[in-house]
């Protein structure tokens, strides 16, 4: 649960949860087990093709949830069973309580629901009277702990063995081992009373399907079974969103859900509930069935253009899983009752922007959750949009308002930095770090060395390069971005020596300025749509073959964001468009587009090769094969180091905004680069060069960091 | 099918048996009833104090029992006859009464999934739902020609089901598990400590 008051104090949660050792550890254990497992399960399945087809069931139900749900009351109704719509949490609970009260129920047990977890129903129940126990394993520890959930599949996976023994010792007035097994048995005798006892049991509902008023639960411990069978009154509670079409839309959900929630192919129990079924309860009344669907914003949301798509969640929780941020600090600092990518989302719109205004800004932007999203949501884009809306909502912060004016006007960025350059002269010591960092700067982000500007930007230098090769094949345009065109040139220059030698003719239009993702990344809307607009409008000029870039992230933003940035302006919408057809990372160009160089063999000593895949190469473009297949036909021993395409912890403004994490993650990767016993790391992104190589200079690691064009340019003979 | 069921099923910890005939079936459950402590072999945790509640169900059962609720009443009276021998009591109804613990769960599947190694068990009864619910083994009976390779092939059987109003429908997969404590797998959190599966040849 999020309780921070401000940005401050969430930086104070998330240092404590950074040193919470238990948890980091097993965080780490689970993100690593997950991936194989969740691999394992999809073998042979078309996962793109089954989660599109999610994509579509539910965006299908979205658009016509009041039809369903009439359809869903009239089948229902027809068997018995009451369904009901509340239109605020306070509804749901008052209806809930109303139905206990009627009924004389006095005992309630639940199974895992986490829409009752959002509308805080135990809390509300509890104070108007009733003993209400959580019956999932790792709800009813965290309902004893008096805490939120910190997964949504595993709500108690921050707690140790020894804290649940504690718990139990308390709970049973027994002395309980902390032996798994024994605990997990402790709470299967201690439920089952409890589960006697009750005349009431709720549950959630991962499924309602309209055709026959049918509710689905999966489950692995069977405790929604037991929820739905003993007491005499079930109240299903679920989210309007979870309303479906037919059995057949459910079936399909279910081919993905399990597998990649826990990489299993199927919960050990789903279950169908149609209608109020008989039960024999001796003397009891007739089984009482009530179905509410919660709307608390839903109906609102789901006609938002922009951010619809966050209902088709299935709670899968996989966007947590994936999450190198979400992996460092645990789930209770990365969402307040909804966890992981989608919780960040979900919090501002269930829950308000108080809660959600600091945990918006702690993504990382690296796209795992985008691309491992049992719906296929676009994750990141959609938190990067509540962010803005709240900085709408509540004024933005100078930092980044004044990042966005500067942004819009290239002379004047340009020309700052150019100042810049003289001013660091200072702590530079005359070496290309930052060596001295001024105090304001320090401490925290001490973490790197942070590189200098360059004492000639690359844009300087373009007038004096050979740029025309002698058999020119293609005209391509070079997108520098500001990184490498003010602080790595000569990543730069060695592309145009590696391009010019296959035979492409290079532009480097001057009109061209930052790409603009670090203000989309603050939430500056406006500023991102106005470079996009400067960029689009330069980049055209000449009419290329093609636009290549260095650094991934441009790449990334310019294809799939500039389009949704300018679609309100037809002639900037269609230029952008056909920028984003044309825009390359430079590893394709050289791999699959232009001509290999007659084999030559290299003057220089191969030395041992490891690769780390930039977020947004990997990811955001999906190149995999290209910079592999470029390192070894560079004839260079290439050895993969773990978790390859898992993010540096750069993320442009995130490591400043949250350096402590960005250390973290960075710590990890430089851990997996050195196991390889490589000497040379290669990359594709100037930001993931800042990073790695500004850890490994710290570390004192003997491992150079080089982008790919440096690599090959240095295996490449001198024309 | 059946080896793809099989090895699905084995996956999740189902122990599966081919075993011919349902009085064959019916001689392995009994077996293994006889073979099983009351609530004590089948995992550490039974010895252990609880509160004053729970330890007051737990105490409630000291008779060995095997649940069958569906069974007709020629095959009931078979596993009858067996159980009578070994001193184990069938139970047949109001399984409300037993809550508080039984041994062995029988049911007869009606569909076994391929696919996942599920078995798909129309539940309406509620001393069926109970039989596989409080039992700590579940033994289900699966002639092999109610095989099917996906949930798919037997959509519109369920559909049809839930289309008559009033339904209740259970997908079993293995046994009841949880690792909500350190991701460690632990079975029978809530359900059956053990699944078997007896795949019959009719």
């Known amino acids: 649960m999020q309780t921070a008051k401000n940005m401050k104090h969430y930086r104070k949660h998330v240092a404590e949860a950074l040193d919470n050792e238990f948890q980091c550890r097993a965080m780490d254990n689970f993100a690593v087990a997950y991936r194989a497992s969740r691999a394992r399960a999809f073998e042979g399945m078309d996962v793109d093709g089954m989660i599109a087809d999610i994509a579509e069931i539910k965006d299908d139900a979205l658009g016509r949830l009041d039809e369903l749900y009439d359809q869903f009351k009239a089948a229902a109704e027809k068997s018995g069973v009451q369904v009901h719509r509340a239109a605020t949490a306070e509804a749901a609970n008052a209806l809930v309580l109303e139905i206990a009260e009627k009924n004389n129920a006095k005992k309630v047990i639940k199974s895992k629901s986490m829409t009752s977890e959002e509308i805080m129903l135990n809390h509300y129940l509890e104070a108007g009277g009733l003993e209400v126990t959580e019956t999932d394993l790792g709800e009813w520890i965290i309902q004893l702990r008096g805490e939120g959930p910190s997964h949504m599949v595993m709500p108690a996976i921050h707690l140790s063995r020894f804290q649940v023994a504690d718990l139990f010792t308390d709970v049973t007035g027994k002395k309980q081992d902390a032996e798994i097994e024994r605990l997990v048995k402790a709470a299967r005798r201690e439920l089952r009373a409890r589960f006697i006892e009750a005349d009431m049991g709720i549950t959630g509902a991962n499924f309602a399907i309209a055709q026959t008023g049918t509710i689905g639960l999966t489950t692995n411990e069977g405790n929604a079974r037991l929820a739905t069978t003993l007491p005499r009154i079930h109240v299903a509670i679920a989210g309007i969103e979870k309303l479906l079409p037919t059995l057949n839309d459910a079936l399909r959900i279910i081919r993905v859900l399990p597998r990649n929630a826990t990489g299993q192919a199927i919960t050990s129990y789903v279950t169908w509930i149609t209608g109020s079924v008989a039960q024999n309860a001796g003397d009891r009344e007739k089984k009482q069935r009530h179905v509410i669907f919660l709307d608390a914003g839903r109906r609102q949301l789901a006609r938002d253009p922009d951010c619809a798509q966050v209902l088709r969640c299935v709670r899968c929780g996989a966007c947590a899983n994936v999450c190198p941020v979400y992996r460092m600090v645990g789930g209770h600092q990365f969402g307040h009752i909804y966890i992981g990518a989608v919780g960040l989302i979900l919090t501002y719109f269930f829950h308000g922007r108080e809660k959600a205004r600091h945990l918006v800004q702690n993504c990382i932007n690296c796209g795992a959750c985008k691309q491992v999203c049992a719906a296929g949501i676009d994750l990141p884009r959609i938190i990067k949009s509540v962010h803005q809306r709240i900085q709408d909502e509540e004024g933005h912060p100078m930092q980044s308002l004044l990042l966005g004016k500067i942004l819009k006007n290239r002379t004047l960025f340009h020309g700052l930095l150019k100042t810049a350059r003289q001013a660091q002269k200072p702590i530079t010591g005359g070496t290309p770090y930052l060596r001295h960092l001024p105090m304001i700067i320090s401490g925290d982000h001490n973490f790197r060395q942070l590189p200098a500007i360059a004492p000639k930007a690359f844009r300087d230098l373009w007038p004096g390069l050979d740029t025309a090769p002698e058999h020119p094949v293609l005209r391509v345009s070079l997108f520098s971005g500001c990184v490498q065109d003010f602080v790595y040139p000569e990543q730069l220059e060695a592309a145009v020596r590696v391009l010019n030698r296959r035979g492409a003719a290079l532009d480097f239009p001057m009109d061209q300025s930052c790409c603009g993702l670090p203000v989309k990344m603050m939430g500056e809307a406006d500023a991102a749509r106005d470079v996009a607009a400067q960029n689009t409008l330069a980049m055209a000029q000449g009419s290329p073959d093609y636009v290549v870039t260095l650094c991934a992230s441009c790449a990334s933003h310019i294809k799939h964001d500039y389009p949704r940035l300018l679609a309100d302006d037809p002639v900037l919408a269609e230029k952008a468009g056909e920028l984003a057809g044309k825009i390359v990372p430079f590893s394709v160009l050289v791999n699959d587009i232009l001509e290999p160089l007659p084999e030559k063999a290299s003057t220089q000593q191969p030395v041992t090769t490891t690769y780390h895949a930039p977020c947004h190469l990997c990811r955001g473009l999906g190149v995999r094969k290209a910079p592999r297949d470029l390192i070894q036909k560079a004839g260079l021993p290439f050895v993969p180091a773990a978790e390859e395409e898992t993010c540096c912890g750069f993320g442009g403004t995130y490591s400043s905004k949250f350096p402590a994490v960005s250390a973290r993650i960075l710590d990890k990767k430089l851990d997996d680069a050195a196991a390889t016993g490589a000497a040379q790391l290669v990359t594709e992104c100037p930001g993931c060069i800042l990073q790695l190589r500004g850890g490994a200079r710290q570390r004192g690691m003997a491992l150079e960091v080089v982008h790919i064009s440096e690599m090959l340019d240095a295996r490449e003979p001198r024309r | ?202």
């Open chain 2, 1 to 202: 099918m059946i080896t793809q069921f099989r090895s699905a099923a084995e996956n999740v910890s189902a122990v599966v048996t081919e075993v011919g005939t349902m009085a064959d079936a019916f001689t392995y459950i009994v077996d293994l009833c006889v073979d099983k402590d009351a609530c004590q072999i089948l995992a550490p945790g039974c010895e252990t104090p609880l509160s004053d509640r729970a330890d007051k169900v737990c105490r409630e059962k000291d008779q060995k029992l095997i649940a069958a609720p569906l069974l007709d009443a020629d095959a009931a009276g078979q596993l009858n006859d067996l159980c009578g021998n070994r001193g184990i009591c069938l139970v047949r109804e109001d399984l409300r009464r037993y809550v508080s613990g039984i041994d062995i769960g029988v049911t007869l599947a009606d569909f076994g999934v391929a696919e996942t190694g599920t078995l798909v068990l129309a539940s309406g009864s509620e001393d069926l739902r109970l039989a596989t619910m409080v039992c700590e083994i579940h033994a289900a009976i699966l002639p092999k020609s109610r095989i099917r390779a996906d949930l798919f092939e037997i959509e519109q059987d369920l559909a049809a089901d839930m289309a008559t109003g009033t339904d209740y429908c259970a997908f079993i997969t293995g046994a009841s598990r949880t690792a909500d404590i350190e991701r460690v797998l632990a079975l029978g959190v809530h359900g059956p400590l053990e699944l078997h599966i007896l795949l019959t040849e009719a």
